[in-house]
């Protein structure tokens, strides 16, 4: 998904342009580019369009400007939405009089239409992006005698979409103005420059003071200052957060790739997800909330809304809910859910689960559940995104920086974070006695622990996938909560290897997908001891027949279900409710394993954005 950053405050602006974009590297980028301003009234523009190699283009470009004095500028990397990934695509983008040039993330949803408008009223386009309407569209206003400022109040009132954009011109080329709506656009400043990104990583470094905007807020910033504008043009409040992340804990801390990082800072942040939040009462505390408990013993229903890995955490949470609630719980994929008529009233509880925050699909879904009255809770781990600031209240993921675009430690802490939840629910509909929260709660803070001991099996999961390393296909099957465990895994291997892989409920194997089966497919088996143990075992028992590879997940004990040839990876045995926990993790490493065994790039898998602010 697309970077932007902007600086304004004089120096060494390009090289900070650049600086910003590389660690907003993991949001995928196929081009990058920068526009500078000069005193004298010169605009420059260095542009790449070579896949992952364009920022390295862009770096050794910009060397020429390493000296030069520079007023303002702006930065982007773009992930191809509208128009391929090629060199006139790449952002930022002039309007005619190459006077001025805007960056974007997101989609302007009318631009077709508003192209048109531009092409018959004289304007001539030099690329197929939506973005390029935005520069033109502010030309037009612009040429009517009026600033950016008031160009952008206006033009922003034409565009529909979600999306962020920054412009500059050479009529105030010591101003950058900013658009915000339903994208992420964050501002900052060390006192002598301000900054405009997208994302935090991006200024990390460079500004040491932070600020949210609302939606649809107009931002100009200049070396002196900001002012923010509402909607409707009068001035708005911007809003001062907390970053604790470093920027060393932004990078790999001696591991070969975020993803192996990540998979070993589970522990710690489960740890941190958990800590502190279990009252003496039993009550458990959201970050930040204005449902009352009151408003939640109201609650007859919830519906969990996600994507992805995060629907995978919210499949776990439907489980536990229901079990340790009583109330129904529907789930939804995010993008299903706004245009199914969903039955969600007052008395439903939407949560909304996502890393980013920022995933456009879940963020419409929570806007959806808004405006059908629901009551509504975010799970994400990014402070101050868009979701957390919309939902009624926040339970926040302590994960850190997830760079890897394969989510790891943000998965199991979202499933933490989560499960927290449904013991609250459980508490507050009189399901379960304090004591009986106070000892699954003492239970869970065990569980980082576990996660430990399964990372002690690195080296061996690394030998089990490469034997299996030349087979073609992979099936993950679970029952009851280890159905999630293997949307999960097949999911991971997927994403990172490419390798054809899928999930299944065990039980469902019988019903088709065992017509694949044969001696050229891997089935891993999620049998850690529950109630359903003897029935995976008989699953396996199907799988045999038919010649496939077995590898089983389960606790000290079953060993002896596996047959010669076939492979056992010992998780420790926990609630069968928190078993995912740390059932998952096995899964994650054999991907990554797998995946380095190929020769893939795990952090950069093809195709694929750690945030996906697009529909
Ligand atoms: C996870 O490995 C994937 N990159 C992807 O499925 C992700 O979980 C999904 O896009 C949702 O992202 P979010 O949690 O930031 O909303």
New binding site residues.
Partial sequence: MCGIIGVVGGGSLAKQLTDGLRRLEYRGYDSAGIVITLPGGEMQRMRAANGKNSLADLESESQSLASADILSGIGHTRWATHGGPTLPNAHPHYDCSERLAVIQNGIVENFAELKGQLIERGHSFTSETDTEVISHLLEEEMNTGITLLEAVKIASHRMRGAMSFVAISLDAPGVLIGFKRMAPMILGTNGKQWFIASDIPAILDQASTFYHLEDDSVVSVSKDGVEVFAEDGTRAEMTEFIVDWTLESAEKAGFEDFMSKEIFEQPAALRDTLAGRLRSSGEIELDETSISNDALARINKVFIV?????YHAGMVAKYAIEHWTKMPVELDISSEFRYRDPVVDERTLVVA???????LD?LAALHEAKNLGAQTIAVCNVVGSSMARLADSVLYTRAGPEVG???TK?HTAQIGALLLLALKLSRIKGQLYPNEIDDIYHELVEIPGKIEEVLEKWDFIRSVAQVFSERDRFYFIGRHVGFPVALEGA??LK?ISYLPAEGYPAGELKHGPIAMLDKNAVVIAMASKTRLFEKIVSNIEEVRARDSAVIVIGNHGSESIIKEGEYFIEVPQVHPLLAPLVDVVPLQIFAYHMARIHGEDVDRPRN?A???TVE
């Fill in positions: 996600a994507c992805g890995t995060s689960v996502s890393q980013s925050g920022e995933t879940t675009v394969a989510a943000t999911l991971k994403e694929l750690k945030t996906v």
